[in-house]
């Protein structure tokens, strides 16, 4: 490779101790950093192999291993007949500083993480409207702290739902406090407390099972393994 001559200066160091590594990484990592972190800009000219040979008393294929090295990466330029200097990309390979704000990314069209719901498709208007009349119609009374087992209206209203769509039978009385007393009768099948699984099928079967919970067919699927 054909050089200038005139010598240049750059502060690098190289120590022999058994740990501080191989001659040539040291060089690659003291300039990498420095063109990093800015002390060496891009384009700037760095010193030919022969001239950091004899600034750092190695064997010149040491630095011209480490030159190839970093030119390799893209940190540096070299041209036959010309002095090597830093790459004009070489500061975009600099290692992103985490105490930067990272810039704001467009959101993916579709999200398909599983338990993410699509909160995109939330009834605003109808939740707001529902508020609203609620707010307006309801007692003083509601406001306070009421039975702990929940409103009854709202009891009332989603036993009607489960046996209307799933047909569960059942109230808005809270189960758990008559559970002792009934349970033995559930048990010797003297009192039908109604249906929970009505259809069972082994794991073959579970995308049907699914298919029949989703087209209200049945409540609930029960897996026999």
């Known amino acids: 490779m054909d050089e200038t001559s005139q010598p240049l200066e750059l502060l690098l160091t190289v120590a022999r101790d058994n740990g501080a590594g191989t001659l040539g990484a040291q060089i690659e990592e003291q300039l990498r950093g420095a063109i990093r972190d800015g002390t060496v800009r891009a384009g700037a000219r760095v010193p030919s192999t022969r001239d950091l040979a004899r ?4 064997s010149r294929r040491v630095v011209v291993d480490a030159y190839a090295q970093l030119a390799a990466e893209g940190y540096l330029t ?5 002095r090597p200097h830093v ?12 105490d930067e704000a990272l810039p704001a990314t467009r959101p993916p069209r579709f999200d398909f993480r599983p338990s993410v719901p699509d909160v995109s498709t939330f009834p605003r ?6 508020l609203r009349e609620a707010v307006t119609t309801m007692l003083d009374t509601d406001l306070a702290y009421g039975d702990a087992n929940g409103v009854d209206a709202l009891r009332i209203a989603l036993a009607e739902y489960l046996g209307r769509v799933r047909g569960v039978s059942g109230g808005p009385a809270p189960a758990r406090a008559y559970i002792e007393e009934l349970l033995p009768d559930v048990l010797e099948g003297r009192i039908e407390p109604g249906r929970v699984f009505d259809r069972t099928g082994s794991l073959d079967d579970v995308p049907e099972g699914y298919r029949a919970m989703n087209e209200r067919e049945s409540i609930k699927f029960l897996i026999e393994v």
């Open 87 to 98: 790459a004009d990309g070489a500061a975009a390979l600099a290692e992103p500083d985490p």
């Open 55 to 58: 600034q750092l008393g190695v």
């Open 125 to 130: 208007a109808a939740w707001l409207r529902s």
């Open 78 to 82: 070299m041209r036959q007949g010309a």
